[in-house]
């Protein structure tokens, strides 16, 4: 797929410009709805005022807890969750992508189930897992699970032709095939998939710590909503955002590597 | 030499072999309880284990929190808690889905269960009632608080189809009413005082004007309790014994509460948590018994409440039938602590 | 890039829902290894179909509850679309935009539509303002994203061919930018409309009255499994009958892109 751009490409210093100047756009526009008193300023508190009050959650604690020790505990079960989504649904992706079968009994499954928000599955985190971490996982999971299964499913499913009838003819195993044609040219596709699946897993973070009441970053906003405080909401809203663009630029950087690797 | 080390040897093992008994004797059976935050109901389970007096009972809690009667109810399913505190209304829906037993009385919240309207408009409508009809009326459906709003509805003549009620949380109550999106909405104590502290909201009618009685619930799953009556007898004595701390100790019991509510994220006035205590009364021993008993195959008070709070559920369409009260409230456990001399005592220490 | 739906054996559908469905019956009424209180049985799931498509549940009928759904996803999808893939298109068209846009997009993009809900309420209140904006949050990322890649996947000769011809900035949009982005254009919808039936549950949580998210917001709340799937199973069928048909769309907007 060619990238190519209409007008031409930016030197890093115009870039830069730009950027910052839309940042600055971003905060000047938040700054001038918040003292123009078009919302009551409880409602709307500027930039400055949410950032000390970020800043106050990570030194003070609020519901028992620091931001940082929230965002920890969050993490926890985003990571639980994510890593149950990508241990299964990965494997689970090539296999279906190898065995015309298995996808067509599996596929139909995914279809119907792709619409059900990961929140809908909340009351029934708390029927059966009651207060364990299986609660929050399970909603997690929910949302993590498509993309690490389609992905997967759609790298093996479309590797070159010639480099399975190659392994074919050398006589290679089904495993061997799997784990040693697909899996390798599935790579890029596997981690597109793993970024979008980490993206929705903590997306889905805050729904799953509906069930949860002592520890998390879904937790203290919803307990700032209930103390008629904006700028804790905000604070959340912004640990969650950064957080959540981490594990994304993370990802990123890891499938830059991973296609300058195969020299793509 | 030889003799020295032998000598030491024994020692050693003796110390082991009486620190292993030791440990024995005070080996603590576990018990899982749970509760919801920031409530005036919950704290007793938080000062007694601050003061240690589940293991003077020989029981280790495990504690959980929910932050809502539903999610607490449903996870009872899982076997995740033994033995509780909730609001009336979601222990009978406990008891119907899930043969929940309501084993005693948490404290009577009618006047903490409240309709309340937003500083602009709560006089008008204290002076014309009638003038609620045609409103947008926010609560959170299936809770004690719902309970509260509807009785206040009945009381003044108004209709649940004469007004539009939409149901959501706490915290998006909160939400609503601070920013006048909605004017009436239905709240539990704290939420109640922090809606008056922070917004100026005046609550125009509780359970206790409407005349309807909301109590909060003791419960204990129905498998648990046949397994280990004892531990369930042990719970109630601590809870009770907790009770009459509390109201005996008014400057610590405001200090701990101070804690305890921080520790939910909720932040109200002294004069607010005191006004918790006068009035919200909690029952002793003796007067659980006498709320629970049933005379001579009659109902008790007890009953009497929770059968009116049940036909409320089936007008909402909770579930098909109301649950017979004689099937889920027992006083069996209380019975078995006013039985037991040492536990008898135990609960009524006010130290 | 996207390929077009291959077909599969209908049977696969057909065993799997069949095998399932058997397994439900089983494992609820038969033997009861899963309890009714943890998940509901066939009948009951049945019973409460009944219940909510005739003698109506949380308010209202089913057909009440999916035409105020379906408008709801309507709104918000047409919001996401309007301001979306414009926006796309401008960021993929102009390095200089994309540069300006972009620290604000990826600043907003992680931030989860739940969590929008306490600042929905207090700015745009209890009514469908409040609830579109959740679920146009989550609608409009993919609208963007894909728009974007639409217009940096064109095939480089032609916009120099165009530039070449000295076509002016409007009529390259037109005719070459804008058709030449639409199949990615239409996956981007296909994922907003995707996430807009994902979000809607969250939307209707702030004062709905009628609606499959306040249907499965009540179903909770009573703790009714049998309801929940009833709910689920509805948007599920909803969703799926929406996609059909933008899918018809697609094929009628872009009848050079075939199978």
Redesign the interface.
Same mark, same amino acid.
């Given at each position: 797929?060619?990238?190519? !751009?209409?007008?031409?490409?930016?030197s890093w210093q115009?870039?830069f410009v730009?950027?910052v #100047?839309?940042?600055a756009?971003?905060f000047g526009v938040w700054w001038a709805a918040a003292a123009s008193g078009l &919302?009551a300023p409880q409602? =709307?508190p500027t930039p400055l005022a949410v950032l000390e009050k970020f800043v106050a959650l990570t030194q003070t604690t609020f519901v028992g807890y620091t931001l940082q020790q929230h965002l920890a505990s969050s993490f926890g079960r985003f990571a639980l969750g994510f890593g149950l989504a990508a241990a299964i649904g990965v494997p689970l992706g090539l296999l279906m992508g190898w065995f015309r079968?298995l996808?067509?009994?599996?596929?139909? =499954?995914f279809? !119907? =189930?792709?619409?059900? #928000?990961?929140?809908?599955w @909340?009351?029934?985190a708390a029927?059966?897992f009651g207060t364990g971490i299986g609660g929050p996982v399970l909603v997690i999971f929910s949302g993590s699970f498509p993309p690490c299964v389609i992905n997967a499913y759609r790298g093996a499913r479309?590797v070159e032709p010639r480099f399975v009838e190659a392994a074919q003819t050398l006589g290679a195993s089904h495993w061997r095939i799997i784990t040693e044609v697909l899996l390798p040219a599935s790579v890029p596709s596997i981690v597109a998939g793993l970024r979008v699946s980490a993206?929705l897993g903590? *997306?889905?973070? &805050?729904?799953a710590e509906l069930i949860v009441a002592s520890s998390g970053i879904?937790y203290l906003?919803v307990r700032? *909503?209930a103390n008629i405080s904006?700028a804790i909401? $905000?604070s959340? $809203?912004i640990a969650?955002?950064? &957080?959540?663009?981490a594990i994304?630029a993370l990802l990123r950087r890891m499938e830059r590597y991973i296609s300058r690797r195969r020299g793509l | 030499m030889r003799r020295a080390i032998a000598a030491i040897a024994s020692a050693v093992t003796l110390g082991l072999a009486a620190a292993g008994v030791a440990a024995q004797s005070q080996q603590l059976t576990e018990i899982k309880i749970s509760y919801q935050p920031a409530l005036y109901w919950a704290l007793p389970f938080y000062v007694a284990e601050e003061k240690g007096w589940y293991a003077e009972l020989g029981l280790k809690p495990a504690f959980s929190t929910f932050p809502a009667g539903?999610p607490q109810?449903?996870a009872s399913?899982?076997k995740s808690w033994d033995v509780g505190g909730a609001g009336s209304v979601p222990a009978t829906?406990g008891a119907v889905?899930?043969s929940l037993l309501t084993i005693g009385i948490t404290n009577d919240e009618s006047y903490g269960n409240a309709l309340l309207a937003t500083a602009k408009t709560a006089d008008g409508f204290v002076k014309n009632p009638a003038s609620i009809k045609g409103q947008?009326i926010?609560l959170t459906?299936?809770s004690t608080g719902d309970y509260a709003v509807q009785s206040c509805l009945t009381k003044w003549g108004i209709r649940k189809s004469d007004v539009?009620i939409?149901?959501?949380?706490q #915290?998006?109550i909160i939400?609503?009413m601070?920013?006048g999106? #909605?004017d009436l909405g239905g709240l539990w104590a704290p939420n109640t005082y922090t809606m008056e502290e922070k917004t100026g909201a005046k609550q125009i009618c509780s359970g206790q004007d409407a005349g309807a009685a909301v109590p909060g619930a003791l419960m204990a799953r129905a498998e648990y309790a046949k397994e280990q009556p004892q531990n369930v007898a042990k719970f109630l004595a601590v809870y009770l014994r907790a009770w009459k701390w509390l109201n005996a100790h008014q400057p610590e019991a405001i200090a701990m509460m101070k804690k305890f509510y921080e520790q939910g994220g909720v932040t109200i006035s002294e004069a607010s948590m005191k006004k918790e205590f006068t009035t919200r009364p909690t029952y002793d021993l003796a007067q659980q018994l006498k709320i629970m008993n049933r005379p001579a195959g009659g109902a008790s008070e007890v009953d009497g409440w929770f059968t009116k709070i049940g036909a409320f559920m089936q007008a909402n369409?909770?579930?098909p039938e109301s649950p017979a009260a004689y099937k889920f409230i027992t006083d069996e456990y209380m019975k078995m602590v006013d039985a037991d001399p040492k536990l008898k005592a135990f609960a009524n220490r006010a130290d | 890039?996207t390929?077009s739906h291959e077909r599969?054996?209908v049977?696969?559908?057909v065993?799997?829902?069949v @095998?399932?469905a058997v397994a439900w019956y089983m494992l609820t009424t038969l033997t009861n290894t899963i309890?009714s209180?943890?998940?509901s049985s066939p009948a009951e799931t049945w019973d409460a179909l009944r219940q909510i498509a005739f003698a109506g549940?949380a308010d209202a009928r089913l057909a009440e509850h999916i035409l105020h759904s379906v408008k709801l996803v309507l709104l918000g999808f047409a919001a996401a679309a309007i301001v979306g893939v414009p926006l796309g298109l401008a960021m993929?068209?102009?390095?200089?935009f994309e540069?300006? =846009?972009?620290?604000?997009f990826?600043?907003?993009?992680?931030?989860?539509?739940? !969590?929008?809900?306490?600042?929905a309420? @207090?700015?745009?209140?209890?009514g469908d303002a409040a609830k579109v904006l959740i679920i146009w949050f989550a609608a409009f990322v993919p609208a963007v994203i894909n728009s974007y890649s639409g217009?940096?996947?064109?095939?480089?000769y032609l916009?120099e061919a165009a530039r070449m011809l000295g076509v002016p900035r409007a009529m390259l949009m037109r005719e070459v930018?804008i058709p030449g982005a639409l199949p990615m254009i239409f996956t981007g919808l296909r994922l907003s409309l *995707?996430a807009c039936?994902?979000?809607?549950? !969250?939307g209707e949580?702030?004062?709905?009255?009628a609606g499959l998210g306040h249907v499965?917001? *009540?179903?909770?709340?009573?703790?009714f499994?049998a309801m929940?799937v009833v709910? $689920?199973g509805s948007?599920?069928v909803t969703?799926?009958v929406m996609t059909v048909g933008l899918s018809w769309i697609e094929r009628r907007a872009i009848p050079w892109r075939q199978a």
């Open positions: 797929m060619t990238a190519f !751009a209409i007008t031409r490409e930016l115009r870039r730009l950027s #100047a839309g940042i756009a971003f &919302v409602f =709307l079968g996808d067509a009994i599996v596929s139909p =499954l279809d !119907a =189930l792709r619409f059900v #928000a990961p929140i809908a @909340v009351p029934f029927l059966w479309y993206g903590w *997306q889905s973070l &805050v729904g879904g906003l700032g *909503q904006t909401v $905000m959340g $809203m969650i955002g950064i &957080v959540g663009f994304d | 539903v109810i449903a399913a899982s829906l889905r899930y947008t926010v459906a299936n539009t939409k149901s959501m949380g #915290a998006e939400s609503a601070s920013s999106n #909605a369409g909770t579930f | 890039m390929r599969r054996p049977w696969g559908g065993v799997t829902f @095998v399932l309890g209180g943890r998940f549940y993929g068209a102009s390095r200089g540069a300006f =846009l972009n620290p604000t990826l600043l907003i993009r992680p931030i989860p539509p739940l !969590a929008w809900i306490p600042l309420i @207090v700015w745009l209140g209890l217009v940096r996947s064109i095939e480089p916009i930018l *995707q039936w994902t979000t809607l549950v !969250a949580l702030i004062g709905a009255i499965l917001y *009540q179903a909770s709340l009573d703790i499994p929940i709910g $689920m948007v599920a969703a799926a």
